[in-house]
């Protein structure tokens, strides 16, 4: 570890542990933080507080608070201060881990839980970028009746357009050509699987679990005509981190819709015939409302970018222009790894780099960064992340 110069520094290689079990929506982490600072006139209390001021300030701000002053924390961790964050951020819990004297500079351990609220998060993050695939009818039999049994491949498509047209959160890059249903044993290596292939970080899984057609009860006093046909159609889509197979959140909707076509009459699942029906319109309908509940499920989730390439001292990472990135974003550089516990329970780790980048050059799928500062970027290697704080 370098030693500290006369100036107060902090090592800005940080450790969050994003727990599993944890639901994404609420954006709650914890984070392990280590800060350093020079011990002053042999102040060892004003150093460890520098310290670890600045190692909270920072691990606030990377979870998405925006903090107006640093000056206070609880359980006396930083004695009479307290923090003031503005739009929301909240410490739920805050413990010294250690600290280490050395002959002039402190360093400590701190880890936080911190709770980052929906409404700061909108302008701080980019465009996410999400794949999806076919999806599949579960009971593909009932697909037979109207001769619809690859319908599951047109939806996709209907959705991946209503996507993107009314999207403000996310764009849906890529539509794989085949089906992949979360009922799969391999459904987890399947999804990092597409994510790395495509290069993209959330991965949408839809199924189509019902598309079965029945008959109404028949009434008494019409026994000479055939009882109307209706369809039933339900659709499950299954959001998915494409880093870690870790589900972030499930919609499902459903419709029983009366069936306009004979009971073996063949329509085809593109045709406006069928779109234009009762049914084709409730399947509209579930496809819109669906489009949006995934986007707001996408709003407040991170945007982690990948380092496609290291030159020297610029990076190229794999989000640009279309994603909302701009020449002089500031990014933070992170290492992504997972780690199993004592337990068994699988914990997502996230080592950040001490120095931060700017964009200096924005294309539209790309971007290149430099650093904020003269210290070279050292160990920065491909698949190596950044994100917006």
Request: glycine share 4%; hydrophobic share 40%; aromatic share 8%.
């Amino acid at each position: 570890m370098p030693k500290p110069g006369d100036m107060l520094t902090t090592l800005l290689t940080w450790v969050f542990l994003v727990l599993i079990s944890m639901p994404i929506p609420t954006n709650a982490a914890w984070f392990e933080a280590t800060g350093q600072a020079v011990i002053n006139n042999g102040n060892k209390a004003l150093a460890k507080k520098q310290a670890t001021h600045e190692a909270v300030k920072q691990a606030l701000m990377f979870a998405g608070a925006s903090i107006t002053s640093v000056q206070a924390m609880s359980n006396g961790l930083l004695e009479n201060d307290r923090f003031e964050i503005r739009s929301g951020g909240e410490v739920n819990d805050l413990t010294l881990i250690s600290e280490t004297y050395h002959d002039d500079y402190v360093t400590v351990v701190i880890r936080a839980d911190i709770f980052a609220q929906r409404t700061q998060c909108d302008a701080a993050q980019y465009k996410k970028r999400l794949v999806s695939t076919w999806f599949p009818i579960r009971d593909r039999q009932q697909g037979i009746t109207g001769g619809l049994t690859g319908f599951g491949q047109t939806v996709s498509e209907r959705f991946e357009q209503q996507f993107n047209q009314t999207s403000r959160f996310a764009r849906m890059t890529q539509r794989q050509p085949y089906y992949l249903s979360p009922q799969s044993p391999d459904i987890e290596s399947d999804i990092i699987t597409l994510a790395r292939q495509t290069d993209n970080q959330y991965v949408l899984i839809g199924e189509i679990t019902e598309f079965s057609v029945e008959r109404s009860s028949r009434n008494a006093l019409l026994f000479w005509q055939d009882a109307p046909l209706s369809r039933n159609f339900r659709l499950e889509l299954s959001l998915y981190d494409g880093n870690n197979a870790n589900l972030l959140k499930q919609e499902r909707l459903a419709t029983n819709t009366p069936w306009e076509f004979e009971l073996h009459q063949q329509v085809s699942p593109s045709s406006q015939l069928l779109w234009q029906s009762q049914f084709g319109q409730a399947v509209t309908a579930i496809i819109t409302e669906q489009a949006s509940l995934i986007d707001e499920a996408l709003d407040c989730l991170p945007t982690y970018a990948r380092v496609l390439q290291v030159n020297s001292e610029q990076l190229t990472v794999n989000i640009g222009k279309q994603d909302g990135v701009q020449i002089g974003d500031e990014l933070t550089l992170f290492k992504h790894t997972q780690f199993v516990d004592a337990i068994g329970n699988l914990h997502q780790q996230l080592r950040l780099h001490p120095n931060q980048v700017k964009v200096m050059q924005v294309y539209n799928e790309t971007a290149v960064l430099m650093s904020t500062s003269s210290v070279p970027l050292a160990n920065i290697q491909p698949n190596d992340f950044v994100a917006r704080q």
